[in-house]
């Protein structure tokens, strides 16, 4: 019994420093200042944890592999990703080097465990973001489920794609284009034309 009071009491007394020095600005929130090794290993296994859980029930459509889904998500990959997650042929970009953590480079190849539940993994991130790091959800933003699935249908083929590929691919889409976001901006001038 002793010894359960001891460990209970050093646990309050380590939850009580760990306040402190938060309520008093000593935790070091700058993106050029890394988490210690420990920090980042939870941070990634919880992460991942999350997404196998969140993502589990999400069946992908039949027409993934669609050449037309692979093509509308090319125009919006180069408008709403590719200066973070990069293209074929570039190694960095000025906004990568400044995030933490740093978004995965999609144009490589997946290295996931589980390549079968990645489509569903891919989709659930993109409409739903990532907290802290950077990623948006892209349905706040008024992006739909039949685009977001487009984006993850590009994604499958964009570490396939060089650049010249790439570019002839993105040409040839609707460039930045989905129903969610026609519909945002009819509602934004719907709510500028009252406002006025």
Excluded at 65 to 76: C, E, I, L, S
Aim: aromatic fraction near 6%; glycine fraction near 10%.
């Amino acid at each position: 019994m002793r010894k359960t009071l001891i460990g209970l009491a050093l646990i309050g007394t380590g939850l009580l420093t760990g306040g402190i020095l938060v309520h008093a600005g000593f935790v070091d929130v700058a993106a050029d200042s890394p988490h210690s090794s420990i920090v980042l290993d939870l941070i990634t296994w919880a992460r991942d944890r999350a997404l196998t859980r969140l993502s589990r029930d999400i069946e992908p459509p039949a027409d993934i592999g669609d050449a037309t889904r692979v093509r509308r998500g090319a125009g919006n990959y180069a408008a709403m990703c590719a200066g973070c997650h990069l293209i074929p042929g570039v190694q960095d970009s000025e906004i990568r080097q400044g995030l933490y953590p740093q978004p995965p480079n999609l144009s490589l190849a997946p290295t996931a465990d589980d390549l079968a539940k990645l489509d569903a993994r891919r989709f659930w991130v993109i409409k739903h973001g990532i907290k802290a790091s950077g990623m948006p959800a892209w349905s706040k933003g008024g992006m739909d489920d039949g685009a977001i699935w487009d984006l993850t249908a590009f994604l499958k083929t964009l570490p396939t794609l060089s650049s010249a590929e790439y570019h002839h691919l993105v040409a040839t889409s609707e460039g930045h284009a989905h129903e969610g976001m026609e519909h945002s901006h009819e509602n934004g001038h719907d709510h500028e034309h009252h406002a006025h």
